[in-house]
């Protein structure tokens, strides 16, 4: 599955980015979003399960962060508002390697339990 991410930038402190990504040639069942930052190398941000609309987003992301899929079944969108330089980072998609994963538990994933993953697209919140 190739993986592609969009739709950062830089933003002001308190501003908004909607992040897409798509996953071409074949449909996901679960899907996340992930962010590297100068705190955390690998962070699991906010995930979904597409066949029962579960999702799981990090506390920090709680209020600001919306996670959601679009009707084509092969993107996923992260909306994010009220953004922080907290949040600046490189954001990248994944899949689990294997089945139908839990959102929380998919967010927890890492390395060699997670299969495709995509370039990400990089998220800079500064004034």
């Known amino acids: 599955v190739r993986i592609v991410e969009s739709g950062g930038g830089l933003v002001q402190p308190g501003g908004s980015l909607r992040l897409s990504c798509t996953a071409y040639e074949s449909q996901f069942h679960s899907i996340g979003w992930y962010r590297q930052t100068s705190a955390k190398d690998h962070e699991g941000v906010s995930c979904i399960n597409t066949w029962d609309g579960n999702t799981w987003t990090t506390e920090s992301g709680k209020g600001r962060f919306t996670i959601s899929t679009g009707n084509d079944k092969i993107t996923v969108y992260l909306q994010m508002d009220n953004l922080t330089p907290n949040d600046t980072g490189l954001y990248y998609c994944?899949?689990?390697?294997?089945?139908?994963?839990?959102?929380?538990?998919?967010?927890?994933?890492?390395?060699?339990?997670?299969?495709?993953w995509g370039q990400g697209t990089q998220v800079t919140v500064s004034s």
């Open positions: 994944a899949t689990p390697r294997f089945g139908i994963t839990p959102p929380q538990a998919l967010c927890a994933m890492s390395g060699d339990a997670l299969g495709s």
